[in-house]
């Protein structure tokens, strides 16, 4: 009998009709399962899980101990080489800083008082003294003096991707070899200094707010405004580096120790337009020197 049923089964699906075989003996499974193995519980689906307010609560808690492992593994990375509340300090500004320490750079003549503010002989954040270097400007002249420059090559029909990546690392090589002379200058004079060497990077940052000026003068007027801005805008960028530098690189000196620290900023400040000219240079005074217009 069963395998008549089996036979009637199989036969159904090759064309023989429906009817044939009785419906009463197709309901019935052919095997049973007599393995006694425990049936697999219904899968949860995804949408039901994330709904789950215990789940996500879950989550959202364990995220927030992975933000803090990482949080506190870069700060501990990072100390070993800058105090974060020191850094922090440079970043400290507000667009009314910024905008008058942009006209002090570049008219800094009408200036009187460059003394820097003190608080427990320690430096006030910068939005707080006009006089007190800070990183945000030169970092944002840094990226944008290196647009800038792709914009220029590109009026000259001479732009290319890898410019921009050529142009930031000479723009750091630079900085760091400046950066280290200075600082060597100090250890080798014995000079003592309130400076720090972020401090050192911040003033030797400000110049590409010159270079950015002189190279918007020649993509709005040419070679001969370029070469006129260029001597205005490192003219400023020097005297601004001989005041302020005179106060913080050791105020309190003999008298032979005051012509080597005038030496010293005198050399500092002079190297300055130097590198706004070397920099700028070529843009200004390549083959294809006449920019395309705007």
């Avoid at 905008?99 to 608080?119: A, G, N, V």
Wanted: with cysteine.
């Amino acid at each position: 009998m069963a395998y008549t049923q089996g036979l009637s089964q199989r036969n159904t699906g090759y064309g023989i009709p429906s009817g044939a075989v009785d419906p009463g003996m197709t309901s019935a499974p052919l095997f049973h399962d007599t393995s006694g193995a425990p049936a697999f519980p219904p899968m949860i689906p995804a949408q039901q899980l994330f709904n789950n307010p215990m789940v996500t609560e879950a989550a959202v808690q364990y995220g927030h101990q992975l933000a803090s492992q990482g949080q506190a593994m870069v700060d501990q990375k990072i100390g070993r080489f800058v105090a974060m509340t020191g850094l922090k300090m440079y970043f400290a500004v507000d667009t009314q800083y910024v905008l008058k320490k942009l006209m002090l750079l570049m008219f800094p003549y009408t200036h009187r008082d460059w003394s820097p503010r003190y608080q427990s002989d320690q430096p006030i954040p910068a939005r707080e003294d006009i006089n007190a270097p800070d990183l945000y400007i030169p970092v944002m002249s840094f990226v944008t003096y290196v647009l800038l420059t792709g914009v220029a090559m590109g009026t000259q029909n001479r732009f290319t991707p890898e410019q921009l990546g050529v142009t930031a690392s000479s723009l750091l090589a630079w900085l760091l070899a400046e950066v280290l002379l200075i600082w060597l200058c100090l250890y080798l004079l014995t000079i003592s200094s309130r400076l720090r060497w972020l401090d050192l990077v911040a003033y030797s940052g400000y110049k590409y707010v010159s270079m950015i000026v002189s190279v918007t003068a020649f993509l709005i007027g040419g070679v001969y405004v370029y070469y006129g801005v260029l001597a205005w805008a490192t003219l400023a960028i020097a005297y601004f580096l001989v005041q302020s530098l005179r106060l913080a690189i050791q105020p309190h000196v003999t008298q032979g120790a005051t012509k080597m620290r005038n030496y010293l900023v005198l050399m500092i400040a002079l190297v300055q337009p130097l590198f706004v000219a070397w920099l700028t240079y070529g843009l200004a005074t390549s083959q294809y020197s006449k920019p395309a217009p705007l």
